[in-house]
T-cell receptor
Framework: DTAVSQTPKYLVTQMGNDKSIKCEQNLGHDTMYWYKQDSKKFLKIMFSYNNKELIINETVPNRFSPKSPDKAHLNLHINSLELGDSAVYFC????????????FGPGTRLTVL | AQSVAQPEDQVNVAEGNPLTVKCTYSVSGNPYLFWYVQYPNRGLQFLLKYITGDNLVKGSYGFEAEFNKSQTSFHLKKPSALVSDSALYFCAVRDRQRAGSYQLTFGKGTKLSVIP
């Protein structure tokens, strides 16, 4: 069983479109994250949720809106996609807020044309 | 804010030789340090962590890391490299976000290439 899964794995879309990426974890964790990995492989946190409550919201354009319907899911919706949004987006989860080890999904490669 | 630095973009090592991937940290208080590995087109996988206790931490796939407080370093090591160890390695530090919550701040990554 996949611990942290993301869909889709690849996403190719035009500028200006709206798209969503879904994430699910079956580890029973209560904290979930979204990271962006750019073309230089630099990894930066975007959001974290604990028990469906937004905990971290780094400097991210408000075109990005996370939604957590329950503890096991954290989806990322992106409005008005721009070329600079092209990256690999990783979902992760952990137990609690103490900053322990995180378990990562396989990533979603977003390409904006 | 806490931070980690990985001074090498790339490390090349011959198969069978020992390998070291370097990481230095800058924290206030006691550091919580982590190593992750990313294989091509995959997500990050946890290797090991240091919170307290022995300075030598053992992790997955035969990796270990040595915490050195005086040098503020947390280098990743393996006695004998395998070609399958070739991947991107990230050092990370726990960083306090607000009261009671933390996040991980990652280094920029070091690409390890093990040459047959």
């Amino acid at each position: 069983d996949t611990a942290v899964s993301q869909t889709p794995k690849y996403l190719v879309t035009q500028m200006g479109n709206d798209k969503s990426i879904k994430c699910e974890q079956n580890l029973g964790h209560d904290t979930m994250y979204w990271y962006k990995q750019d073309s230089k492989k630099f990894l930066k946190i975007m959001f974290s949720y604990n028990n469906k409550e937004l905990i971290i919201n780094e400097t991210v354009p408000n075109r990005f809106s996370p939604k957590s319907p329950d503890k096991a899911h954290l989806n990322l919706h992106i409005n008005s996609l721009e070329l600079g949004d092209s990256a690999v987006y990783f979902c992760a989860s952990s137990q609690g807020l103490a900053g322990g080890e995180q378990f990562f999904g396989p990533g979603t490669r977003l390409t904006v044309l | 804010a806490q931070s980690v630095a990985q001074p090498e973009d790339q490390v090349n090592v011959a198969e069978g030789n020992p390998l070291t991937v370097k990481c230095t940290y800058s924290v206030s208080g006691n550091p919580y340090l982590f190593w992750y590995v990313q294989y091509p087109n995959r997500g990050l996988q946890f290797l090991l962590k240091y919170i307290t206790g022995d300075n030598l931490v053992k992790g997955s796939y035969g990796f270990e890391a040595e915490f050195n407080k005086s040098q503020t370093s947390f280098h990743l090591k393996k006695p004998s490299a395998l070609v399958s160890d070739s991947a991107l390695y990230f050092c990370a530090v726990r960083d306090r976000q607000r009261a009671g919550s933390y996040q991980l701040t990652f280094g920029k990554g070091t690409k390890l290439s093990v040459i047959p």
